[in-house]
């Protein structure tokens, strides 16, 4: 997630962005359909065949898949990044891990739209003020440099409760840095129990079901970066009440 200052309206984001091509890459946009304060953008780009199939595929199948392709002429597949930006939070959203290719998709749109967008940051007050107010259930945190280690982790069920995560929060108060915990949202077909996880330093949002991830629907995903706004002042909003 990224923040941002202004921009003007849905429409004229839109328009800005829509069909703005540059070396093999190129952007579609459009207003959303199901939210009048959301910009849906698509990033359109060519990847080599290889370096794709890697990233899904173990290296023996990989490589046989590749080599296939490739008898057949196909040397490159395109690929597409969805991204969201909503007025009201102003908040840039990228669906990827967060790597190189996220900072110059973001870069890409900084120029077309003449702005400047800053990777949020959580502190550790508002990471316990997020799974306070937001969650069912506490599972997992990641405190950094404490006793020496430069990560120290800790699992386990209703986790905020737990005798010693409560004594690391006292001794550092400012090193929980990573939370997991089950959403106190209201879900699209019912099902309830993936967690999802909130980097504070990379200010990344992941949603995953028994360490694995998965696509959410947006109206899901929508209720986690909005109290992520929230708790960091980008919004006044209240959690809606449980279903």
Not at 95 to 119: A, P, W
């Amino acid at each position: 997630m990224f923040k941002y200052q202004e921009l003007g309206s849905v429409e004229e984001i839109s328009s800005k962005l829509n069909g703005k091509k540059l070396d093999g890459k190129w952007i579609t946009s459009r207003p959303s359909k199901y939210s009048k304060n959301e910009v849906f953008i698509q990033y359109w780009q060519y990847e080599d065949v290889e370096e794709s199939v890697k990233k899904v595929f173990s290296e023996d199948d990989a490589d046989e898949i590749v080599s296939f392709l490739k008898e057949n002429g196909k040397t490159k597949v395109l690929k597409r990044t969805y991204c969201f930006i909503n007025v009201l939070t102003k908040t840039l959203e990228v669906y990827r891990g967060f790597d190189s290719k996220t900072l110059e998709i973001v870069s890409l749109l900084q120029n077309f739209l003449k702005t400047k967008f800053t990777r949020i940051s959580v502190t550790s007050k508002d990471l316990q003020k997020i799974y306070s107010d937001y969650s069912s259930e506490l599972r997992q945190a990641m405190f950094k440099n404490v006793s020496g280690l430069i990560y120290e982790i800790l699992r386990g069920n209703i986790l905020e409760k737990n005798e010693k995560y409560q004594e690391y929060l006292k001794k550092f108060p400012e090193a929980l840095r990573v939370i997991s915990f089950k959403p106190k949202i209201r879900f699209l077909n019912g099902y309830n129990k993936y967690q999802v996880t909130i980097n504070g330093d990379r200010g990344t949002v992941k949603f995953s079901d028994n360490g694995i991830f998965n696509w959410r629907p947006r109206f899901e995903i929508r209720q986690v970066t909005f109290f992520i706004a929230t708790t960091l002042g980008l919004l006044k909003w209240s959690r809606p009440k449980e279903a």
